[in-house]
């Protein structure tokens, strides 16, 4: 039996105008649940599921959602990010985050 506290996890997806269609937030953000729910002691939190639709992931500008995650990794709101690609969550990978 495992007495570890569970792992709170926060989700980000984001779509690019011209390479994808608006529902694959949809379908990325249920393949960071179903790799989530494959990890023992893994959680979503709801409260940091963060979208951003419609936005290049070349900088950092309009990418409302991932400045909110990351401003909530920093607080410790959070303790892993999940994204179905590491290109999504770059911007994560640039920061030091507390875990």
């Known amino acids: 039996m495992n007495n570890l506290a569970p ?3 926060a989700i980000y997806a984001r779509y ?3 390479m994808q269609r ?7 953000a249920r393949r960071c649940r179903e790799y989530a729910a494959r990890q023992q002691g893994h959680i979503i939190v709801e409260d940091y599921v ?3 639709k419609a936005t290049t992931g070349a900088t ?3 990418r409302q959602g991932l ?3 990351i401003e ?3 607080a410790g709101s959070n303790h892993c990010r999940i994204a179905s690609s590491a290109d999504s969550i770059n911007a994560l990978n ?4 507390s875990s």
């Open 7 to 9: 792992m709170r996890c």
């Open 67 to 69: 400045m909110s995650l």
């Open 72 to 74: 909530a990794a920093e």
């Open 50 to 52: 963060r979208y951003d």
């Open 60 to 62: 950092l500008n309009n």
């Open 94 to 97: 640039c920061r030091r985050l």
């Open 22 to 28: 608006s529902a694959s937030i949809e379908d990325q």
């Open 16 to 18: 690019s105008t011209d």
